[in-house]
């Protein structure tokens, strides 16, 4: 499973981004999706999940009512729209896939807000 992020920028506080990532190779077996920041200094954390089924599984309370995941699967595409951004949310940005009893990443993209 190949993963393949985008959308990332420098946005100022209370703007929005929209990130992508687009899954190829064995997506047969992908069984949820998800997006996970990293802040500098900061551990990996998950941001939110959705299943291929549509199914949203979670969000970080943090960006509960702001962040929104979506698929299109004629597209093999998950989206992360952001909304109201803070510059507490400047980090980068991961694509994650799990399939196989594996987990698989992206290259990550950075999101940077400007107070």
């Known amino acids: 499973v190949q993963l393949q992020a985008s959308g990332g920028g420098l946005v100022q506080a209370g703007g929005s981004l929209r990130l992508s990532c687009a899954a190829s190779?064995?997506?047969?077996?992908?069984?949820?999706m998800a997006w996970y920041h990293q802040a500098p200094r900061n551990q990996r954390e998950l941001v939110a999940t959705?299943?291929?089924?549509?199914?949203?599984?979670n969000y970080l309370d943090s960006v509960k009512g702001r962040f929104t995941i979506s698929r299109d699967n004629t597209k093999n595409t998950v989206y992360l729209q952001m909304n109201s951004l803070k510059p507490e949310d400047t980090a980068v940005y991961y694509c994650?896939?799990?399939?196989?009893?594996?987990?698989?990443w992206g290259q990550g993209t950075q999101v940077t807000v400007s107070s």
């Open positions: 190779g064995s997506i047969g077996g992908i069984n949820a």
């Open positions: 959705i299943t291929f089924s549509g199914g949203i599984l």
């Open positions: 994650n896939a799990r399939a196989y009893a594996r987990s698989f």
